[in-house]
């Protein structure tokens, strides 16, 4: 009798576990999958960039707006940088790094990275081109040879060489030969090690004279100096503030290095010969001979859609009159646009360039 009583309510709860059911799988079968936050597949590519006055994070700017009119919407990691880290994280296709300080050393607030990989970015050509081969920075880590070469934006650095007038000091030559006790400031990523090192001067030598090497990128340790060595890679870009500052807070006497040194630090450092123009900082009031390295590297890797390539270098050309309005000082040529070192173009941004004429 209970059995038979109990029969309606179980009836009863079995249509509704499958009324449950069923709507349950009409929801499931009408849900859209889960969709990637970033990528090339919902043209949200991720750009490694550095922060917003930084040279890569300038560069990022640029793109995201020159590609726009494709169709993409680049998302920039303003974090993404630091000497050859960038090209790392594209080569492997990283997840950007974790944001350990919100603000850069501009002051300016840093954006959180996007949720995705690093897909593509800029560089130096030089550390693309190191990457590429496994050389320098890169030695040890095996060639990243499924890196590409997108494009190349011009931007002119310097190795300068200075002493404060007040010093007396004319040749780096002296600090050897006179044991002067000096203050030396260097770079972050500079040959100054190798101009040290023809002059016969270490950090250990530097020292028992009485002297010390300090960083001119730490804003509280350029109070005090006699000597500055800094290349421009990094250093000349506006969020160091190096020689723009110095030059105008201090009386510089900017020396002349030696050919041979030259000479030699152009054929490791894969840089050129040129002379700082005159009127570049104040009192620079000839032209001096010195090493340089000019450019910012777009690139991405092997597996980057065609398509997107071909974006990228479009965009860049078609769209570098916004260059113009940037803090630095770049500008665009189609004769060399497309070339850094031996890294390979990808593709897509080849075929751009065969089409414009730029390169047969």
Same mark, same amino acid.
Request: include cysteine; glycine fraction near 8%.
């Given at each position: 009798?209970?059995?038979?009583?109990?029969l309606?309510?179980?009836?009863?709860?079995?249509? &509704?576990?499958?009324?449950?059911a069923?709507?349950?799988?009409? %929801?499931?079968?009408? =849900?859209?999958? %889960?969709t990637?936050?970033?990528?090339?597949? @919902?043209k949200?590519?991720?750009?490694?960039g550095?922060?917003?006055?930084?040279?890569?994070?300038?560069?990022?700017?640029?793109v995201?707006?020159?590609?726009?009119?494709?169709?993409?919407?680049?998302?920039?990691?303003?974090?993404c940088?630091?000497?050859?880290q960038?090209?790392?994280?594209v080569?492997?296709a990283?997840?950007?790094p974790?944001?350990?300080?919100p603000?850069s050393?501009?002051?300016?607030?840093?954006?959180?990275?996007p949720?995705g990989?690093?897909?593509?970015g800029?560089?130096?050509?030089?550390?693309l081109w190191?990457?590429y =081969?496994?050389?320098?920075?890169?030695a040890?880590e095996g060639?990243k040879?499924?890196?590409?070469l &997108?494009?190349? $934006?011009?931007?002119?650095?310097?190795?300068?060489?200075?002493?404060?007038?007040?010093?007396g000091?004319?040749?780096?030559?002296?600090?050897?030969?006179?044991?002067?006790? @000096?203050r030396?400031?260097t770079?972050?990523?500079d040959?100054?090690?190798?101009?040290?090192?023809?002059?016969? &001067?270490?950090k250990?030598?530097i020292?028992?004279?009485?002297g010390?090497?300090?960083?001119?990128t730490?804003?509280? =340790?350029r109070?005090?100096f006699? @000597?500055?060595i800094?290349?421009g890679?990094?250093?000349?870009a506006?969020?160091w503030?190096?020689?723009?500052?110095?030059?105008?807070k201090?009386?510089?006497?900017?020396?002349?290095?030696?050919d041979?040194?030259?000479?030699?630090?152009?054929?490791?450092?894969d840089?050129?010969r040129?002379? $700082?123009?005159v009127?570049?900082?104040?009192?620079?009031?000839h032209?001096?001979?010195?090493?340089t390295?000019?450019?910012?590297?777009?690139?991405g890797?092997?597996?980057?859609?065609?398509?997107?390539?071909?974006?990228?270098?479009?965009?860049?050309?078609?769209?570098?009159?916004?260059? =113009?309005?940037?803090?630095? %000082?770049?500008?665009?040529?189609?004769?060399?646009?497309?070339?850094?070192?031996?890294?390979?173009?990808?593709?897509?941004?080849?075929?751009y360039?065969?089409?414009?004429?730029?390169?047969?």
């Open positions: 009798m209970r059995l038979v009583r109990l309606p309510t179980l009836v009863l709860l079995a249509s &509704l576990i499958g009324a449950v069923l709507v349950k799988g009409q %929801n499931k079968s009408t =849900q859209r999958p %889960n990637p936050e970033t990528g090339f597949a @919902v949200k590519p991720v750009f490694g550095a922060c917003k006055t930084c040279p890569w994070g300038v560069i990022a700017g640029f995201k707006a020159a590609t726009q009119s494709s169709g993409y919407d680049v998302q920039i990691c303003y974090n940088a630091g000497g050859p960038e090209a790392r994280l080569a492997a990283k997840m950007p974790t944001l350990q300080n603000r050393i501009d002051g300016l607030e840093i954006s959180p990275p949720n990989p690093v897909d593509f800029a560089t130096s050509p030089l550390y190191w990457a =081969q496994g050389t320098h920075d890169f040890g060639p040879k499924n890196l590409r &997108l494009g190349v $934006i011009q931007h002119p650095n310097y190795l300068i060489v200075a002493a404060k007038a007040d010093s000091i004319t040749d780096l030559r002296e600090i050897s030969e006179k044991h002067l006790r @000096v030396i400031l770079g972050t990523y040959v100054s090690p190798d101009i040290l090192a023809y002059y016969g &001067l270490t250990e030598s020292e028992a004279a009485g010390s090497l300090a960083s001119a730490v804003p509280a =340790q109070n005090n006699d @000597v500055i800094v290349n890679t990094l250093e000349n506006p969020e503030n190096v020689w723009y500052e110095l030059s105008q201090y009386e510089l006497k900017y020396l002349e290095l030696p041979a040194l030259l000479a030699r630090l152009a054929t490791k450092y840089m050129d040129e002379n $700082i123009p009127g570049l900082l104040r009192g620079v009031d032209p001096i001979p010195t090493v390295s000019s450019g910012d590297a777009v690139y890797r092997t597996d980057m859609p065609e398509d997107f390539a071909y974006a990228v270098a479009k965009g860049m050309d078609e769209h570098q009159d916004l260059l =113009q309005w940037t803090i630095l %000082n770049l500008s665009y040529n189609s004769h060399t646009a497309w070339k850094a070192f031996g890294v390979p173009l990808h593709p897509g941004a080849a075929r360039y065969r089409e414009r004429g730029y390169m047969k």
